[in-house]
């Protein structure tokens, strides 16, 4: 089991994309940079990955102010009820539970792969 928000989760949740075909046919070409951010947890650091057609190719604690492609910040709680399905991301993002920043156009572009990342988190047993 991993604690959510950590470069253990991070890598879970690649583990579970890598034997994911399909996920590997819809983010072909999608490189990016990204945050993941727990905002009131503060033990729990920015989770930072660069992804190479949608596969992480690097993990690991943010730096400082450190620039990306995309971030997406929530409260614990928040990324609990999206993980486990409670709430799905565009009902999250509508309802201010989940602040994104980023590209729209590359978002909406690869928008199926980064739904089916997000079914994956439910693949990954969690400590909460």
Known sequence: MVKFGTIEWAKEVK?????????????KGCNFTRLTIV?????LKPVFER???GFAVEIRNAEP?????????ASYESWRELVT????????MIQGKTKVE???E???????????????QKKVAYEW
């Open 39 to 43: 905002e009131d947890k503060p033990e």
């Open 51 to 53: 992804l190479k057609d």
């Open 102 to 104: 980023g590209d729209i």
């Open 65 to 73: 102010n450190e620039k990306v492609d995309f971030s997406c910040a």
């Open 15 to 27: 583990k579970v994309l890598e034997a994911d075909k399909d996920y590997t046919k819809l983010m």
């Open 85 to 92: 399905g409670k709430v799905s991301a565009q009902t999250a």
């Open 106 to 120: 590359l978002m909406t572009k690869y928008l199926r792969g980064f739904m089916k990342a997000q079914e994956a």
